[in-house]
Structures are given as structure tokens and as C-alpha cells.
């Protein structure tokens, strides 16, 4: 039984269909098709019942794809062990926030693309949630504080960050000393997120009201230096505002508890090597590199 043949029908059960599937191996639907055909004929059952919204697993698919799974880890790690430091091939496909991955995590992408030049890098940038099965990501960039999921989650490096605003903001409204000020605010936000801020060793949650919102942190960013209100952004987002006077920290006694930037991927007994390069190369970039990401700075003691 052909290993690609294999590898296609665990991605396609994993999917949930073959247009998904084929985005996720970059490859055709036909081509993915006719190894899912050929599978089935060699096994003589019918392992996915194919649906006008993709594909399901019949019982027999559903015991065939651990087996597969398994067997596929098993002949990753058995190339991995003989060609350890050989290069990548193949196709690794990563969904990065819009926000600051194209300025901040890009270069990680770019160093990988050197360092493997057989292997193709496909990225998309994005402030939506993306879900990775369904859309084929071999892995993500997550940002923040990481909800429950089945995603296995690797953490990069720590992400700070601070209450802003424009100076024009503070001398017209002046700025809120301490959390329960906060809602008195115009607050500048994602959706209708829930703030939270340390008060000594207590966490302490908000609930910010304001009128203008945005899927963007960068976008926030810029709003919050049009004076349009107060904003709670990561440092690597706001330094270069914060360095100009364009904002200026505010509430600093009660700092927001660190979050942190994370590599997740699909759930699996072994991750592929593209995606565990990949991670090395972001944890060096916030070791090397920690004034990118607002690390180290004297206002940010309060950090990781």
C-alpha cells in the first residue's frame, strides 16, 4: 500500500473532505480522489461516505484511519531518524495573524525559506480564527491567551503589553487611575472582549464599552493615536508609538498579566519536522530579537 495514498486519506478524514484536503497537501482534487479510490478498492470497504459537505467516515474508515495515522508518524520518524538534518520538502502552509505577522513573524518564514530551499512556504495572514483542519493549515500563529481546544499548542516567546493612549486623549479626558475607571472610557477593541489587568498578585477583569472596534490591532493602534480612545495593545504593536509620544502608557500600576505567541497544529502522536523547524526559528527570533517584540525595555518589567 502506497504511503502517499495513506497520508491522503488521513488528511481527507481529518478535513472532512477532499477540497480541503487537496489544499492541505497541494495537490489536486482529482489527485486526491484517485488515491482515496484506490485505497478503497485495495482494502475492498468503503471508508468515507461522501456528503454534498464534504466527506465522513464510515465505521470501517474510522478504525482505518488510526491505523494509518500511525503508520504514516511511523515512516516520518524513520526518515526523520536516518536524514536528521536533511532538508525539507514538501509544502508547509501557516496561518499568521495580519496584525504585525507580516512585519514581526515574516522573517522567520524568510529564514526557513533560506535554510530549506526545497521546501514551499505558502502563508496567509489573517485576524480571523482560523480553523486548521477544515482549511488545511499544517500549523498557526496564535496570539494572546490560548482558549481550550483540541489544538496542540507550542509556546514561542512572551507577548507584553499596555494600556495606551494619545497624549490629545489625556489632556481632554484624562486617563483612568485604576481598573474599575476603565468603563468610564471610550475604549478602542476587537469585539466585546473581556480586559484584564494586575492588581499585585489578583487579577482583576473589565468589561471596556466604546464604539469603535476593529479585527486589527494594528488598526487599534492607529485609532488610539487619533485620540479616539484608550486601547490595551502589545508592546511590539505600540513601540514604535510609544517611542515617538504618540502614546503614552497609562494606568501602569496595574499592568495586563503577560500573554504569550504560540505555534498550534492539528492534534497528532508526532508533529512533522517543517512544523518543529519552524518553531525553533520563531523562539530564536525572540531570543535574538527582543526589541522587535518590545522585550527588555525599561518599562516592561512587568514581563515573562
Known sequence: MDIEDLRTFVAVADAGGVSAAARRLGTSKSIVSRRLLRIEAELGVQLLARTTRGAALTEA???FREHAA???????????S??????????????MPL???PTHFAPALA???????RLQ??????????????EGFDCAIRVGYLQDSNLIAKRIGPILGKLVASPEYTRTHGSPQAPDEVVTHQSLMQGTEAWQFMDGDRIVTVQPQGRFKADSATALAAAAAAGLGIALLPDCVTYDYVTSGALVPIMTRYPPPSAGAYVVRPPGQHPERKVRVLTEI??????????????GTDDDQHGA
Do not use: C, K
Open 82 to 95: 536516518i536524514h536528521p538534518n536533511g532538508d525539507l520538502r514538501g509544502r508547509l502552509r501557516v496561518a
Open 99 to 101: 496584525s504585525f505577522g
Open 61 to 63: 474508515g474510522m478504525t
Open 70 to 80: 500511525r503508520a504514516s508518524a511511523e515512516i516520518d520518524t524513520a526518515r526523520e
Open 282 to 295: 520563531l523562539i530564536e527570533s525572540f531570543e535574538l530579537n527582543p526589541q522587535l517584540w518590545g522585550l
Open 111 to 117: 529564514a526557513m525559506a533560506h535554510r530549506h530551499p
Open 121 to 134: 512556504i505558502h502563508t496567509s495572514y489573517s485576524d480571523r480564527f482560523v480553523d486548521l483542519i477544515a
